[in-house]
C-alpha cells in the first residue's frame, strides 16, 4: 500500500514540475515577443550616439493632392516671328535652345522688293519739296485773290496726299527694320536684320537658309523664359479645395529629388470631358533649366492643419514599416544605469521643411505626452536589431 502511494506521489510531481516548465517556457517566450522591440542602453553606450530626446511638435503642414503637368508660357510670352512682305531666309544661326537677347539679330532676310519701298521713298521726299512749294504759292496767291480757289484745293490736295505717301512709306520701312534716315543717307540694300523682340528661348525654328517664305509664315518661334509657369490638371474631386496663392511643389522627371515651387494664380473654369479643369502657377524662381514642355510632378498644398511633427532623422523603416523610438525608463541594472527605447510602429503623413507629421494606430496612447528619440534613432534600430540576430534585445 505504502509502495502504490509513494508511486502516486512521485507521478503527481513529475506531473507537477513538467506543467511548471511548460508554463515557464510560454511564459520566456511571451516575455520575448513583448519585448523584441525594446533596446536597452547603458549609460555609457548613449553617451557614444548623438541620440536626442525630445516631445513631438505642433506644427502646421500643409495636405497636399498629387497630379501632373506641363512648364507653359501664356500666349503674350510665346512670340512667332514673322518678316511683312515675306522673302528668302539668307542666315540664321538660330536653333531650338538658343537663348536670346531683346533686339539681338536672330536672321538675315533678302527681298528686292524691299529696293523699291526705298526708291519710292526716296521719290515720295523728292516730290514733297515741289508740292509744298506750290502749294505755299497757290495759298498766297489765293489770298490775294489773284488765282482761283480750284487751283488752290489742287495745290493743297497734292502737297497733303505726297506727305502722307512719305509718312506712310516711313512706317513701311520700319515695319521691315529700316531705317528712313538711313535710306535719305543713299544707303539702299535688299538685305535685312530680324531683330529678336524680347529676352528668352528661341522654342522652334520653322525654315531654312535659301529658302523662300510668305508674309504669314513663321520664321520662329521665341519664348519669353522669365515669364514661364507651370500649367497642371486637377480632377473633379479635388477642383473644390484649390484657392489661389496655395503652393505648389514640383519636379521635373528627371530630377526627382530637387523640388522647385510655384503659386496658383488663375483657376480655369471649364471642366473638361475626362472631368479635370487647368490650373496655373507661377514660379516663385527663375530656373535656367527649365523649358515649355517639359513633363513635371507636382503637389499642391491645399490647407494647413496643425499636426504632431517630429523631425525626418526621428523616424526609421524596417520590413516596410515606420517606426519612432520611445524613452520608457531610466532604471538600474546592478552597478549599471539602463536606458530603455521601445521602438513603436507609426503612420507618417505629410513633409514640410524637415518636419514629417505622425500617428500610431493605438488611439488609447496621447503621443504628444511620450518622450521620443528626435536625433539618431538609425543607431537604436541598429542596436536593436543586432541584438535580436544575437539572440538577445539589444543589451
Known sequence: MKDIIYKIILCSSLIFTIGCKEKTGVVEKT???????????????????????????????????????????????????????????????????????????????????????????????????????????????????VTSNKIFQRAKSNYMTNKANVQALESKLRL?????????????SSIINVY?????????????????????????????????????????????????GQRIRFRLANTPNEWMEAKVFLIGNNVRDDRSITIHGHLQEVNENLLPGMFINANIEVEALEQNTVPEEAIVRYNGNHYIF???????EGEQLMNDFEMIEINKGNEEDGFVAITIGDTSKDISKMKIVLKDAFTLLAKAKNGEEEGGHGH
Not at 521691315?176 to 539702299?188: L, W
Not at 523662300?212 to 479645395?241: C, G, R, W
Not at 520611445?326 to 538600474?332: E, V
Open 31 to 145: 516575455n520575448k515577443v513583448k519585448n523584441e522591440n525594446i533596446v536597452e542602453l547603458t549609460e555609457a553606450q548613449l553617451a557614444q550616439t548623438e541620440v536626442i530626446v525630445g516631445k513631438v511638435e505642433k506644427r502646421k503642414i500643409g495636405h497636399e493632392i498629387s497630379v501632373n503637368g506641363m512648364i507653359d508660357v501664356p500666349p503674350q510670352g510665346n512670340i512667332s516671328v514673322t518678316v511683312p512682305y515675306g522673302g528668302f531666309l539668307k542666315y540664321t544661326e538660330m536653333l531650338p535652345g538658343s537663348r536670346v537677347k531683346k533686339g539681338q539679330v536672330i536672321a538675315t532676310v533678302e527681298n528686292p522688293e524691299f529696293i523699291d519701298f526705298q526708291r519710292n521713298y526716296l521719290e515720295a521726299l523728292a516730290n514733297d519739296e515741289y508740292f509744298k512749294a506750290d502749294f505755299e504759292r497757290q495759298q498766297t496767291l489765293n489770298d490775294a485773290e
Open 176 to 188: 521691315i527694320g529700316i531705317s528712313p534716315s538711313s535710306v535719305k543717307e543713299g544707303k539702299i
Open 196 to 244: 529678336s523682340p524680347i529676352n528668352g528661348i528661341v522654342r522652334d525654328v520653322y525654315i531654312n537658309t535659301g529658302k523662300y517664305f510668305n508674309p504669314q509664315d513663321v520664321l520662329m518661334d521665341v519664348t519669353d523664359a522669365s515669364d514661364l509657369h507651370v500649367e497642371l490638371k486637377v480632377y473633379e474631386d479635388d477642383i473644390p479645395l484649390i484657392r489661389i
Open 326 to 332: 520611445k524613452s520608457i525608463s531610466n532604471r538600474k
